[in-house]
């Protein structure tokens, strides 16, 4: 699987039509070096030295009549393979004419074994020549690819001829013609051999390629070259380029016939076609076709290196966006390797990867290939690939065949498989199906072993690309968004379209919502909600986000009800279905995030609906349940939500997803929000003191995932901005009254059955807390503990304890969001008691957290004074962060280690001042060597020396901890001696002078003793 059979010089001058007599003649000339079973170590290395002529020759003869040969080629598969020897007769080539032309100090005429010379060789275990003789006739390994730019094809020769020169410097340095140079001789001999052989032979190797060029177009397709600014602004359609780059060299293909003939007729057909389904467009609109409307993307493409890569984005910022698709695939349809292994082409849900497929297949039409395109989602999953591609043949065509028979009817074209659709086989049947892209590759290598060479491109959504297995060689193409150019054609050609019916939808109006325009399918639904509503501009104002996406998905959601109804419903009963429509679609957005995947599947989203509504209630729903299950599942008919299936076992498994993310989180916010609102509901009349609050359903909807997100929190503020303020007011109490009563106390569900995810209780009840703190702080803006916790004794510690169950309940990058969707600021409430401020944050970049206060930890007044005091678990505040061992504990932990071992006690130890924060020793000592004490004022760098002072009776003297502490402290000093107040310099002196009668008495080796005599080695001299 994904190789091939070396193509060897003598078989590459076969292909080429040189005679076999010559080549039979060439082969006895230099020794048996066409063919290494007929020559030894001594032969075959000597026989190309002294044959070089003749192999210069016959190669060059063989490229020179590349044009003729190709002629005579009925078969694109043969035209490949003539191109592949011509490549490998000039890699030969270009060696063997430098080499020729090398200036050397000895003519390589006089290269020649002595008897001597002979019998070592034979007895060597490694023979150079052979090695040499090995590599340069097996030049086939080297060949030009399409997605590598054209200096890695030069690396790879440099790199190549490289190898070769050094085994023929290491197999001449061997000879008696070596050993008569002298010294000055055997320089100038490894000068020509070394560099300059290499370069020259890259140059005339640069020079054949070209000529081949001129015979052979594909030659220019399989080199990347840089395109000129025109070329890179222009927006070409219908990929008809592919037609246009190589028509010129299927004219002498033999045509198809049969059953082949027909697909492509029903190929070809396709680009009359509308680029969607007219019914799905409002009255009057006319959709244009294929050939018309379709705009070749942009794209990325690179080959994989083992199994990861083409499902990050990061991976992809790496390789440069291309603009030349249709030759891009030119050269790859031509080149050997697509043969081996498929063309994985990825893109985003709506990015346009089915279109490719249906209008490449019409271009290759036309162009000397079968293209077979195999809807994935419409065939059986569990057959074999060679049934699956009869069963689409069959759908296309009407006609029952068999893979060969077709293969046989394909005259001189060469069978491209188009296998749309990889992803829906591994989301609706799992691990099945992860080994796909390695079977096609088997099946390529199968048919190419019995002389039926095959093609393969395979599309999935990139995001599930990290769950297959990736066969050697093959290359993945990403499709990139449309960029402003390409919209600003796709609306022109619209526009166009449309002219007599609608006014014109302009870049200015749509360039609001590039996110979603940037995405084919996307830019379509806004056209067509635009020719609906006209609502893309209302007033000259271009509509919010949270505004389009209300209206984009009630106008479709409206249009599905009139299709149904035939319009003949009241407009409030029309409105209350709409609502149930979206209501529906909402509880699939729930299905996706709570699952935290992009997709569900339709037996999943039936589980949630019975579970949520009870299976009565579903069942009897022609709203909720009726749809779902049934082959035409009418979510799929929404332009938002896309549907993925196969069919296994007969059954067709289907799943769903959004074409764009943000769908699915405005729809998620839409109903969070329309759930919570309902809670201000009415309590009974006859109820007295508080009644519950029927919280059930948003207790099972939220307690699976926060709505923290970045965007979705956007949609959080805008949806609960509509809400009147005084509602609002209302609500936020609701939610505390939630927060801090009932739910505190939840030991039941009214919805047990609905289990998105296998989570515990605790994070379920962490992540519904997390959400209501994060509405009620959407509501108000801003809050405060003892508001949200107005029972408490210690509102602020429970705030902590809180954050500490929230926490547990998400994943780092859900707290993460979480996290930074808010500040705290810590203050005195007027009782004097500490007090903790929460506020919602904007799209402002994020800043450092307010200083903390040692008073405000401790319970202590604000600016009290008095004496320094001192927590003496530091060592258990350390051990403590350890055993949490989260990634972002043990990164603070990991820095803080050489704090916590060098200053211990320090850390918790505390200095007061008046009016002012307590601060820990530790800080005060941190400050001073980290920071540009150059900006701290005189004042407050002399308050910073006082702290640590007062901190420093606190700290056992025979410690460690003493012992650096005071290194520091001192050295420090003397860098800022001359900024500092004499008191604060004597003060400090002082102390040391107390200390230094200690380290005398104690043993010289002490910490503290080999400090004080670095820093007073005047006190320690011995008289």
């Given at each position: 699987m994904g190789s091939r059979s070396v193509l060897s010089f003598a078989d590459a001058l076969a292909l080429l039509g040189v005679d076999s007599a010559r080549i039979a003649a060439l082969d006895r000339a230099v020794g048996g070096a066409l063919n290494l079973a007929t020559g030894g170590a001594s032969g075959t290395l000597l026989g190309m030295v002294s044959g070089r002529g003749r192999i210069i020759g016959a190669g060059r003869d063989a490229v020179h009549g590349v044009a003729d040969r190709l002629g005579r080629a009925g078969r694109r598969a043969e035209r490949t393979e003539v191109l592949r020897a011509a490549h490998t007769v000039i890699v030969v080539v270009a060696w063997c004419e430098a080499l020729d032309e090398a200036r050397l100090p000895f003519s390589l005429d006089d290269v020649e074994l002595t008897r001597g010379e002979q019998l070592r060789l034979v007895g060597a275990q490694e023979v150079a020549g052979d090695d040499l003789v090995r590599e340069l006739l097996s030049a086939d390994v080297l060949f030009p690819a399409p997605h590598h730019p054209p200096e890695a094809l030069a690396v790879e020769l440099r790199s190549f001829y490289t190898t070769v020169s050094e085994r023929f410097r290491r197999f001449l340095t061997g000879l008696r013609v070596w050993e008569r140079l002298r010294d000055q001789g055997q320089f100038e001999a490894l000068t020509a051999l070394d560099s300059t052989l290499v370069e020259d032979?890259?140059?005339r190797y640069s020079a054949l390629y070209a000529q081949l060029a001129l015979a052979a177009p594909e030659f220019n397709f399989w080199v990347t070259q840089n395109e000129h600014q025109a070329t890179r602004a222009e927006v070409r359609r219908a990929l008809d380029g592919v037609r246009t780059l190589l028509s010129a060299t299927a004219a002498y293909?033999?045509?198809?016939?049969?059953?082949?003939?027909?697909?492509?007729?029903?190929?070809?057909?396709?680009?009359?076609?509308?680029?969607?389904?007219?019914?799905?467009?409002?009255?009057?609109?006319r959709v244009p076709s294929l050939r018309e409307m379709y705009l070749d993307p942009d794209f990325r493409v690179a080959e994989p290196q083992g199994q990861s890569g083409p499902a990050d984005e990061s991976w992809w910022q790496r390789f440069e966006v291309r603009h030349d698709l249709t030759r891009y695939l030119a050269g790859a349809l031509t080149a050997p390797s697509l043969a081996l292994a498929p063309l994985l082409v990825l893109g985003q849900p709506g990015a346009g990867k089915s279109v490719l497929t249906r209008v490449l297949a019409a271009r290759l039409s036309e162009a000397g290939f079968l293209p077979v395109r195999v809807p994935l989602r419409d065939v059986r999953a569990e057959d074999e690939l060679q049934d699956q591609i009869e069963q689409a043949v069959r759908s296309t065509t009407g006609e029952r065949t068999t893979w060969p028979e077709l293969?046989?009817?394909?005259?001189?074209?060469?069978?491209?498989?188009?296998?749309?659709?990889?992803?829906?086989?591994?989301?609706?049947?799992?691990?099945?199906?992860?080994?796909?892209?390695?079977?096609?590759?088997?099946?390529?290598?199968?048919?190419?072993?019995?002389?039926?060479?095959?093609?393969?491109?395979?599309?999935?959504?990139?995001?599930?690309?990290?769950?297959?297995?990736?066969?050697?060689?093959?290359?993945?193409?990403?499709?990139?968004?449309?960029?402003?150019?390409?919209?600003?054609?796709?609306?022109?050609?619209?526009?166009?379209?449309?002219?007599?019916?609608?006014?014109?939808?302009?870049?200015?109006?749509?360039?609001?919502?590039?996110?979603?325009?940037?995405?084919?399918?996307?830019?379509?639904?806004?056209?067509?909600?635009?020719?609906?509503?006209?609502?893309?501009?209302?007033?000259?104002?271009?509509?919010?986000?949270?505004?389009?996406?209300?209206?984009?998905?009630?106008?479709?959601?409206?249009r599905e009800v009139g299709k149904s109804t035939r319009d003949a419903v009241p407009d409030p009963e029309t409105e209350e279905r709409v609502e149930r429509e979206l209501t529906r679609l909402s509880l699939v957005a729930f299905a996706l995030l709570n699952r935290r995947r992009q997709w569900v599947s339709?037996?999943?989203?039936?589980?949630?609906?019975?579970?949520?509504?009870?299976?009565?209630?579903?069942?009897?729903?022609?709203?909720?349940?009726?749809?779902?299950?049934?082959?035409?599942?009418?979510l799929g008919r929404f332009f938002f939500v896309q549907r993925s299936q196969s069919v296994r076992g007969g059954q067709v498994l289907s799943t769903y997803e959004f074409l764009h993310a943000t769908f699915g989180e405005y729809l998620a916010v839409r109903l969070a929000v329309r759930l919570l609102t309902d809670l201000l509901a009415r309590r009974p009349g006859l109820s007295l003191g508080e009644s519950r609050i029927d919280d059930d359903l948003a207790y099972a909807l939220l307690s699976y995932a926060p709505l923290a997100s970045r965007q979705m929190l956007r949609f959080l503020r805008e949806l609960a901005g509509r809400i009147p303020e005084p509602e609002r007011d209302r609500l936020a109490r609701q939610l505390i009254k939630v927060l801090r009563g009932q739910h505190r106390t939840r030991t039941a569900e009214e919805h047990p059955a609905y289990r998105p995810s296998d989570l515990r209780t605790s994070a379920r009840h962490g992540l519904y807390e997390s959400n209501l703190v994060l509405m009620i702080l959407v509501l108000r803006g801003r809050t405060t503990a003892a508001e949200l916790f107005p029972d408490a004794q210690a509102a602020v510690h429970l705030w902590g304890r809180h954050c500490l169950l929230w926490r547990s309940a998400m994943d780092e990058e859900q707290w993460t969001d979480f996290a930074l969707s808010f500040t705290t600021r810590h203050f005195w409430g007027e009782d004097g008691t500490r007090a903790l401020e929460i506020t919602l944050r904007g799209d402002q970049l994020l800043e450092h957290p307010q200083p903390l206060d040692g008073n405000w930890l401790f319970g202590s007044r604000e600016g009290a004074g008095g004496q320094p005091w001192q927590r003496t678990y530091w060592d258990e505040m350390w051990h403590k962060v350890s055993v949490a061992a989260t990634t972002t504990d043990s990164i603070v932990r990991h820095t803080m280690d050489p704090v916590f071992a060098n200053l211990g006690v320090a850390v918790t130890t505390f200095t007061p001042r008046p009016g002012e924060h307590a601060t820990s020793v530790a800080h005060s000592l941190l400050r001073l060597v980290l920071e540009d004490v150059t900006a701290i004022p005189d004042e407050e760098l002399s308050d910073l020396y006082t702290r640590v002072h007062r901190g420093l009776g606190f700290v056992p003297v025979n410690t460690p901890h003493m012992a650096r502490l005071l290194d520091v402290l001192l050295t420090v000093r003397e860098r800022d001696r001359t900024r500092l107040p004499a008191e604060t310099i004597e003060g400090l002196d002082a102390y040391t002078e107390l200390l230094i009668p200690v380290a005398h008495d104690a043993d010289q080796g002490t910490p503290l003793t080999r400090v004080l005599r670095r820093h007073y080695p005047g006190r320690f001299d011995t008289p």
């Open positions: 032979a890259v140059e293909l033999a045509p198809p016939v049969d059953v082949a003939a027909a697909l492509n007729r029903a190929h070809t057909a396709t680009l009359g076609r509308p680029v969607l389904d007219a019914t799905t467009a409002p009255e009057g609109i293969v046989r009817s394909a005259g001189g074209s060469t069978p491209v498989l188009l296998l749309d659709g990889f992803d829906e086989l591994l989301q609706t049947t799992g691990v099945h199906h992860t080994d796909f892209l390695v079977r096609v590759a088997r099946f390529q290598q199968r048919e190419a072993d019995q002389g039926r060479p095959v093609l393969a491109v395979v599309t999935s959504r990139t995001t599930v690309a990290d769950r297959a297995r990736y066969p050697e060689g093959l290359v993945a193409l990403r499709l990139e968004p449309f960029r402003p150019a390409q919209i600003q054609r796709w609306l022109s050609l619209w526009n166009d379209a449309n002219a007599h019916i609608l006014a014109p939808l302009t870049w200015d109006a749509v360039a609001q919502h590039a996110e979603l325009a940037s995405q084919p399918l996307l830019l379509t639904m806004l056209a067509l909600y635009d020719a609906t509503e006209g609502g893309l501009n209302r007033d000259g104002a271009p509509l919010a986000v949270t505004e389009l996406y209300e209206e984009l998905l009630s106008s479709f959601a409206r339709a037996a999943e989203l039936d589980e949630d609906l019975t579970a949520l509504l009870g299976r009565h209630a579903a069942a009897a729903s022609a709203d909720f349940r009726a749809p779902l299950g049934a082959a035409e599942i009418a």
